[in-house]
């Protein structure tokens, strides 16, 4: 029973860790709008944590530029499990316009899993929020395998 | 026999009635509905009620990461001391007429152990041996000292009012503290008291850490200071703590300036022709219940109001705030008292 209660809260009470990979600043805006009144996001539990080691979802924007690749893996390697990554705009996908620059060294799912995607240059937030929704469905599968 | 059912009493207690287990679900309660009133004050639908509930359970199941750089045994033990101190303190504190463990601890005992979850985090924090710990802590020591000084003498007041009219000079005792309201009616009502009571309701948010006197804990500056390390259970706990004194300050609150709403209940409880065990469980019973509504109120008065209307204020702004302000507040509640009014 308690096994569920915890399966079942983790789905509820996501906290989301924001990495900047060297984005335009769009994505960054656009996921701060999602916590905005118009849109709400803590109705589902969501809050911007402060620390990686308080968070269950990490949202990566940019398109992880050769300095941020090692903070980008080390600030992932300290949330604690389970946690989700997901990757917000076209660009830690693939580069978006910033493909086949010297500094670019994406796509982001070379190097850590990836567990949703939301594409879109900037994503709407009704994106976003359908995207963090999947991903919370995926912690609570993470947390009742384990 | 008597022994062992005495001490089964004592076990639930502490265990489940004004112990843990209340804490745990009417900290967290409060806790919940101040969030859910910030959100409809700005306009946002907001999380459910019971989200702090989710959010302790979540944390419970995460995994607990030390820090290389910590020291073990401080870093995981300091959250459990916060918490049982705030567990013991509210065992103290009288629901109206009664208390779990009556005679043994007035109101200076009572200080001394809303300091402890305070030394908890900054002792948590240091051990994590994390930089933002050390600026957050270095707040948390100016914040706890700020609210100091209205605290006491908010409870000097109290104290000389009921000793005057005991004859004791200065009354610590919260027995008597509640019998004078018993037979008085709130010392809230009294003209001396009222500077005192909204020193009080400035002081909640402060011991509590929340808006606007979180400089200390300001997730958006240093990643909430102390607890910045901390994952997993321990984190839980911390924050489960920070609900449960919501919860103690009110309730503080509440027995030192509301009493009197006590005298009404044993009245009606004496109205309905009951006596013996049952009247006295029935008058804890709708004691507490009136209790918790009265604590739903200052938090949403004290802290949830506050929150939705005020940024965070500065460090040395806080200090300044404490220090004229709310203790010149205190201050004339305290000459007053001594005055006889």
């Known amino acids: 029973m308690f096994k569920k209660l915890i399966a079942e809260s983790t789905a509820k009470s996501p906290w989301l860790f924001h990495i900047n990979a060297g984005s335009c600043n769009g994505c960054d805006i656009e996921l701060v709008s999602v916590l905005t009144p118009r849109y709400d996001a803590e109705r589902l539990g969501f809050k911007l944590a402060g620390s990686p080691r308080h968070a269950d979802i990490v949202v990566v924007t940019g398109p992880v530029t050769a300095q941020s690749l090692p903070r980008v893996l080390r600030a992932i390697s300290q949330v604690p499990e389970p946690r989700c990554i997901v990757t917000m705009g076209s660009c830690p996908q693939s580069g978006n316009v910033f493909r086949g620059s010297y500094s670019v060294v994406g796509p982001l799912s070379k190097y850590v899993h990836v567990d949703v995607d939301v594409a879109g240059c900037a994503p709407k937030p009704q994106a976003v929020i359908d995207g963090l929704a999947l991903a919370t469905k995926i912690l609570k599968e993470k947390r009742e395998a384990k | ?341």
């Not at chain 2, 109101?107 to 305070?118: C, K, M, Q, T």
């Not at chain 2, 509640?178 to 909640?204: C, D, E, F, K, T």
């Not at chain 2, 030192?256 to 013996?276: C, D, E, R």
Request: net charge neutral; with cysteine.
């Open chain 2, 1 to 341: 026999m008597s022994i062992v059912i005495s001490a089964l009493q004592y076990l639930g207690y502490i265990l489940i009635f004004p112990g843990f287990l209340f804490c745990f679900l009417v900290g967290l309660l409060l806790s919940g509905i101040d969030r859910k009133l910030v959100a409809k004050m700005q306009k946002r639908v907001g999380p459910p009620v019971l989200q702090p509930f989710y959010d302790f359970f979540k944390l419970c199941g995460k995994e607990t990461i030390v820090p290389a750089a910590a020291s073990k045994t401080v870093f995981l033990m300091a959250p459990l001391v916060g918490l049982a101190a705030l567990v013991v303190l509210q065992l103290f504190i009288p629901i109206f007429q009664f208390t779990a463990f009556s005679g043994m601890a007035d109101i200076i005992v009572i200080l001394y152990l809303l300091l402890i979850p305070a030394l908890a985090q900054i002792l948590g924090g240091a051990a994590s041996g994390s930089p933002y710990a050390g600026v957050g802590l270095s707040r948390e020591m100016v914040t706890i000292i700020s609210c100091e000084l209205p605290l006491v003498l908010v409870l000097l007041a109290v104290a000389k009012t009921v000793g005057s009219a005991t004859g004791e000079g200065l009354s610590f005792s919260f027995a008597s503290i509640a019998a004078y309201q018993a037979a008085n009616g709130s010392l809230i009502l009294r003209l001396s008291m009222i500077p005192a009571a909204i020193a009080m309701l400035m002081v909640i948010p402060g011991e509590t850490g929340n808006h606007p006197f979180d400089a200390a804990e300001a997730e958006t500056e240093i990643c909430e200071g102390m607890l910045a390390e901390y994952s997993g259970a321990p984190l839980g706990i911390f924050k489960l703590s920070h609900a449960i004194k919501m919860l103690t300050l009110t309730s503080l609150f509440v027995a030192l300036f509301l009493g009197g709403i006590g005298s009404g209940i044993a009245q009606l409880v004496a109205l309905m022709g009951l006596t013996g065990p049952a009247a006295n469980g029935l008058t804890v019973l709708l004691g507490a219940i009136v209790t918790v509504l009265l604590c739903i109120v200052l938090t949403v008065v004290s802290i949830s109001f506050v929150h939705a209307v005020t940024a965070r204020l500065k460090i040395e702004q806080i200090f300044k705030f404490y220090w004229t302000v709310v203790s010149g507040l205190a201050l004339i509640s305290l000459v007053l008292a001594w005055y006889g009014l």
